[in-house]
Structures are given as structure tokens and as C-alpha cells.
């Protein structure tokens, strides 16, 4: 397992091998430094933990400053575990840049979904609108009825309904490796990655591929 952070850049199109046009997303991916090891003895289970993205002093916590100077590494805002099978081969410091990763190579990539805000059951939960006939004014995009009678005399918990959308943990898996530069810490994978221009990702090796 290897996987490294990254800040996504946008969507653009590139060619392949085969001289066919692809729609890939940009991502600037490291580098990032290892700011600390989790051992079976311990912490139970095996990781390593990353860092990524240069900052100012005051922008962390003191708190925050004490557990990166302790791995010698540049004050870093974002710090995520990545799980491995063996930390031997990482050492506190180390950096981490994107050519790990090879072109054609399977990954999974992790970030938070935009947000929707409110949103009606027919854009949160696809759901299918009333007809617009038979009396119908404006209510053919509203849910209907949401519960039953007597019998159960309540709405059941989970049950799909309008709501607050999006802003959620979202796994786009097994996408291709589509572009890999070291030179500008730029890796291009095929096809959508969650999240808006600009957020953090988890570039991690595939879990199905």
C-alpha cells in the first residue's frame, strides 16, 4: 500500500498511447514528508502518517508545531495515516513525491464532496417528479406522503428525504494513472475526482483493481 496527499487542480483532456483524447483531473500531489510511525507494539496496527503542505507558524497550534519538530520535518497544515503492511521501509522525515506511481497504474482517490447545501429529494436521492397534470400545480417536485398510518404512526429513521447535500467523504476508486511529473509534482488520473479545484486529496494504491 503507498498513497501521498494532494491539492486537486482541475479537469483537463490529454492523449494516450493510442493517440485518443481522455478527460483527466489534475492533481498536485506532494511532496509530502513522514511525520510519524504507528507500530503494532505501540499503537495496535501499522501506518505511517503524512504531511503535506508548507505553512506559517500561526496558522498551527502549538501543539501541532511540537509533534513536527519532534520528525524534523517543515511546519505542515495537513496530516493524514495511510495504512501499510510493513513502516520499515519509512523513516521519520522522509520526503514522499509523487513518482511512487506509474503511468497506467490503479489508485484511489479520497476528498470531501461539494457542497449542495439544501437540497429536495429529487437532486439529493434522484428521485422521480410527480406528474404535472390532474390538479397539479406545485407540487410535482415535492417527496408526497413520508409516512404511513396507524400502523407504524411514525416516519422511520434514515428514511430519504430533503436535506443538507453534499460536503461528505466520497472514494472514487480504481481510477487509471493517466500523467506522472515528478518535475512539478503533477499526477493526471482518468476521469472525476471528488471535490472542488483546490481541496485536499488522498492519492492511495487501488483496493480493487
Do not use: W
Not at 506559517?56 to 511540537?66: A, C, F, P, V, W
Not at 406528474?131 to 406545485?138: N, R, Y
Not at 481510477?175 to 475526482?193: H, I, K, Q, T, W
Amino acid at each position: 500500500m503507498k498513497g501521498i496527499l494532494g491539492k486537486k487542480v482541475g479537469m483537463t483532456q490529454v492523449f494516450d498511447e493510442k493517440g485518443e483524447v481522455v478527460s483527466v483531473t489534475v492533481i498536485e500531489a506532494g511532496p509530502c514528508f513522514v511525520t510519524q510511525k504507528k507500530t503494532l507494539e505501540q499503537d495496535g496496527y501499522l501506518a505511517i502518517q503524512i504531511g503535506f503542505g508548507e505553512t506559517k507558524s500561526k496558522r498551527l497550534t502549538k501543539g501541532q508545531i511540537g509533534h513536527l519538530e519532534r520528525s524534523e520535518t517543515p511546519l505542515l497544515r495537513h496530516l493524514r495515516e495511510v495504512r501499510l503492511s510493513n513502516v520499515d521501509d519509512y523513516e521519520l522525515g522522509q520526503k514522499i513525491t509523487v513518482a511512487m506511481f506509474e503511468m497506467g497504474e490503479r489508485v484511489d482517490v479520497i476528498g470531501i464532496s461539494k457542497g449542495r447545501g439544501f437540497a429536495g429529494g429529487i437532486k439529493r436521492h434522484n428521485f422521480k417528479r410527480g406528474p404535472k397534470t390532474h390538479g397539479q400545480s406545485d407540487r410535482e417536485r415535492a417527496p408526497g406522503s413520508a409516512g404511513a398510518m396507524t400502523t407504524p404512526g411514525r416516519v422511520f429513521k434514515g428514511k430519504r428525504m430533503p436535506g443538507h447535500m453534499g460536503v461528505d467523504r466520497v472514494t472514487s476508486q480504481n481510477l487509471r494513472v493517466a500523467l506522472v511529473d515528478p518535475e512539478r509534482n503533477l499526477l493526471a488520473v482518468n476521469g472525476s475526482v471528488p471535490g472542488a479545484s483546490g481541496g485536499l486529496v488522498l492519492i492511495k494504491q487501488a483496493q480493487k483493481s
